[in-house]
């Protein structure tokens, strides 16, 4: 048995077992966690097959001598195909979850093999619009346009806001078997920068979020967009202004030099997002950047998604949220709890992803389209 099988062995044997059981600190191994979640978590049964041939072939090339430490680390290669096999019936599950919480009519089972090949492809009849400046004149005011290539128009928006912790991130990053899915289903998706820390904080990411709501309805006829039906989303960070743009429509200290344009959005969706505070924000700090501090008498639809295994937002955030929503607003609270799941499962477009989006798909099928009522009205 060679060297670097063992050192293999042992480094996958670490790998699962994170991405199993991730930590929450010390926060450096939190993050490396994460990162590796990202794929691992989402893409398991490619990495088994990929070790599982690599353990295969090194047991049949061995010499025949192998001892009792030869076989303890075989048998530890098949803890290791073990638990990402258990990471991929993890991805399974959120599919009956989703389900479940939308109240989405059965269906066929997610494709079991895009848990191989779970990389976000862009229809062919889907266009992408690049780098639209909605604002200002730097690279952090650009969105993307996805729409069908031949657009009848007018169609209904879906507005993305990506995660980054308010310091990072982009308009490319998470979401975009959503973005993909959603246009080639005849919406107009736009997916957007904002301006980041350490040049710019609290309110102006959320003031960035609604000038992008604002450009959408001022150029609607432009872009094929119904200006009636405009549906906020987003990622982490994201996320976060999604929920602000659902509980805080038309309020003038959030809309600086724009306060006449009509941001009310029609419905929300969250996908492992933070609900909390900006960044050590003391209590009583106006204006507030804490969702729950607004009400949520008129709050539109939401749907909220998180994993249980979240080692970057916990998902207790999440719960809280949906307790208050649930507790003050007069339209559908969906949420879905997805088992095993860490953070940015939106990245590639594996079993879970695919299970998320068909939910979403759902529900805003149901709360905004069927309705008929514009601005979540």
Not at 91 to 100: C, F, I, K, Y
Not at 281 to 290: A, F, I, K, Q
């Amino acid at each position: 048995m060679s060297t670097g099988f063992l050192v293999t062995v042992i480094i996958w044997a670490l790998v699962v077992a994170a991405v199993l059981w991730p930590p929450r600190r010390p926060i450096l191994l939190a993050r490396a966690v994460f990162l590796i979640s990202v794929a691992v978590g989402e893409l398991p049964l490619l990495f088994l097959l990929a070790f599982a041939i690599t353990a295969v072939q090194t047991y049949r090339s061995a010499d025949g001598v192998v001892g009792p430490a030869g076989w303890a680390f075989y048998a530890l290669a098949v803890l290791v195909i073990a638990g990402m096999g258990v990471l991929y019936v993890r991805t399974l599950r959120a599919r009956p979850v989703v389900a479940e919480s939308v109240g989405l009519p059965p269906h066929s089972a997610t494709e079991w093999w895009s848990g191989i090949f779970g990389f976000p492809i862009k229809p062919l009849r889907v266009e992408r619009i690049s780098n639209v400046q909605y604002s200002g004149s730097g690279r952090e005011h650009r969105l993307d346009v996805y729409r069908l290539r031949r657009n009848p128009g007018p169609a209904p928006v879906l507005i993305f806001f990506h995660g980054g912790g308010f310091s990072g991130g982009n308009k490319y990053w998470e979401g975009r078997h959503l973005w993909y899915r959603m246009a080639a289903q005849g919406w107009v998706v736009i997916s957007a920068n904002y301006a980041l820390r350490p040049h710019s904080g609290y309110p102006e990411h959320l003031a960035d979020a609604k000038r992008v709501i604002a450009f959408a309805r001022e150029n609607a006829d432009e872009y094929g967009l119904d200006p009636a039906t405009v549906v906020v989303s987003g990622s982490s960070a994201g996320g976060h202004l999604a929920a602000m743009c659902a509980l805080t429509p038309n309020l003038p200290e959030f809309q600086p030099g724009f306060e006449s344009a009509d941001t009310h959005v029609s419905a929300a969706v969250c996908l492992y997002g933070y609900f909390g505070r900006y960044y050590g924000e003391p209590r009583g700090h106006r204006p507030s950047s804490l969702p729950a501090d607004y009400s949520a008498a008129d709050a539109p639809p939401v749907l909220v998604v998180h994993g249980t295994h979240d080692n970057f937002i916990s998902v207790n955030s999440a719960r809280r949220f949906v307790r208050y929503l649930r507790e003050h607003s007069p339209s559908a609270v969906a949420y879905a709890e997805l088992p095993g799941a860490n953070h940015g499962f939106d990245v590639f477009a594996g079993p879970r992803p695919r299970a998320v989006v068909d939910g979403i798909s759902h529900f805003l099928g149901r709360e905004v389209l069927r309705t008929g009522h514009p601005r979540g009205r």
